[in-house]
């Protein structure tokens, strides 16, 4: 419990319950921050437009391999522009109604939005999860939109088994299995799907996708079922029937958002051997190859350790400098503005407001032009933006402080912004203007 007795600046002056800003704000998928999306500006756009529109304006092959960028000066990973978050957090909002909030933003009719349903996944390779390799980490992501909230009480899978009980006319109690036997009939459809539908685990991971209980498909893909072995071998037979699975149940595509790709170089000693297999997975697989699209988080040092096996294996370049890229990248700047940045800071003190404070504007304490001091000082960068206001909120509490303006601010800005190392400072990471 926090000392509650104590006088303070931060809940007697400024109105808060406590300080809404982290010292670290790095995006943790299973616990997120508050997620804004006017801090993307117009780049929400274009990421929807992209990645989203363009294919669904296609009949057959909507498959994008792209990418979405960060790298600025001194820093080659582009840390803090908040790629993770927007691939999560825009699929989560895109699954909870299978695109339809995006689709009516961007004016599509409503005959093309009941007739294009769509969905989401993230994942990203983390060794502490055993997440080493590209099916494992794609399995991630089928979990992922599984568990994806959907409407307000259901979720991804659940909706899922509504439309094809309805689609099928399943018997009731029987719903499970009859699922099962559209699906298998589906899967023979296709003949360049090399996958054997006897072999148990798959058949397991089958029979558990087509009956109600989630919590039971997700163990069994994460722990008791489909081992690591046979995800780093075999995974991304499990990916092309849960795609095949989708589709029977009326969604069109389906967008993978694939995080922190770099770490798949460190770990594998087989990069030719998994890119081939890559290859011929998401580009020469059906149903993979014509509705899914693959998405991965970039900057200069992840390109540079994928570079060997991209180029070997003829997948299409995802480097943002290339203009004949430009429909599959998007390329994000950070906070391109004043409003932009007191959109992002409103919503984290919202929550945190006391019910009897009465703050003068959403922003308070601070002034638009202490958010525009702090913008400028970090150019831009939404995470240092936020840790900043972090420690000028407790600095304002040490000193018990009860003005928050240019004054008190500035000398707290000095060389607030990332320094730039004597072997990186002639290299350009910079973005171009917005």
Request: proline residues 4%; aromatic residues 10%; negative net charge.
């Amino acid at each position: 419990m926090a000392i509650k007795s104590q006088k303070s600046v931060l809940s007697d002056v400024f109105g808060l319950r406590e300080n809404p800003f982290k010292s670290s704000h790095i995006y943790n998928v299973d616990k997120p921050d508050v997620f804004v999306p006017e801090m993307y500006g117009e780049q929400l756009e274009e990421f929807h437009r992209k990645f989203f529109l363009l294919p669904l304006g296609k009949e057959s092959n909507k498959q994008v391999i792209g990418a979405l960028w960060s790298s600025h000066q001194g820093d080659d990973i582009g840390k803090g522009f908040g790629k993770s978050m927007l691939m999560a957090e825009e699929s989560r909002r895109i699954n909870r109604d299978f695109g339809r909030a995006m689709l009516e933003f961007a004016e599509i009719g409503e005959q093309d939005i009941e007739e294009n349903p769509i969905l989401s996944g993230y994942c990203t390779f983390d060794q502490s999860k055993g997440v080493k390799s590209f099916p494992a980490a794609l399995l991630d992501a089928v979990i992922f939109i599984l568990e994806s909230k959907h409407g307000e009480n259901s979720t991804v899978h659940a909706e899922l088994r509504r439309r094809l009980i309805s689609k099928i006319d399943a018997s009731e109690g029987y719903e499970g299995e009859e699922i099962k036997q559209a699906l298998l009939k589906e899967l023979r459809r296709y003949r360049g799907l090399n996958v054997q539908l006897t072999h148990a685990t798959l058949n397991g991971f089958i029979d558990r996708l087509c009956h109600e209980d989630t919590g039971d498909l997700i163990r069994f893909i994460r722990h008791e079922g489909i081992g690591p072995r046979i995800k780093a071998t075999q995974g991304f037979n499990f990916v092309h029937v849960f795609n095949a699975f989708v589709s029977l149940a009326g969604i069109v595509y389906v967008a993978y958002f694939i995080d922190q790709i770099e770490n798949f170089a460190m770990w594998t000693r087989k990069q030719d051997q998994e890119g081939k297999v890559l290859r011929e997975s998401i580009c020469q697989t059906s149903p993979t190859a014509e509705m899914s699209s693959f998405i991965f988080q970039m900057h200069i040092r992840a390109e540079a350790a994928i570079e060997n096996m991209w180029k070997n294996e003829h997948l299409p370049s995802l480097s943002f400098n290339k203009p004949i890229n430009a429909a599959r990248v998007v390329y994000l700047k950070g906070l391109g503005s004043t409003q932009e940045a007191a959109d992002l800071t409103a919503a984290y003190l919202a929550p945190c407001r006391k019910q009897e404070a009465r703050a003068p504007s959403p922003i308070f304490p601070f002034t638009e032009e202490v958010i525009e001091a702090v913008r400028s000082a970090v150019g831009g960068n939404p995470r240092n933006f936020l840790e900043s206001l972090f420690n000028i909120l407790n600095q304002a509490e040490l000193q018990n402080h009860k003005k928050i303006d240019l004054l008190f601010v500035q000398p707290l800005l000095e060389d607030v912004g990332e320094e730039v190392s004597d072997d990186e400072e002639h290299n350009d990471y910079t973005n171009p203007e917005r």
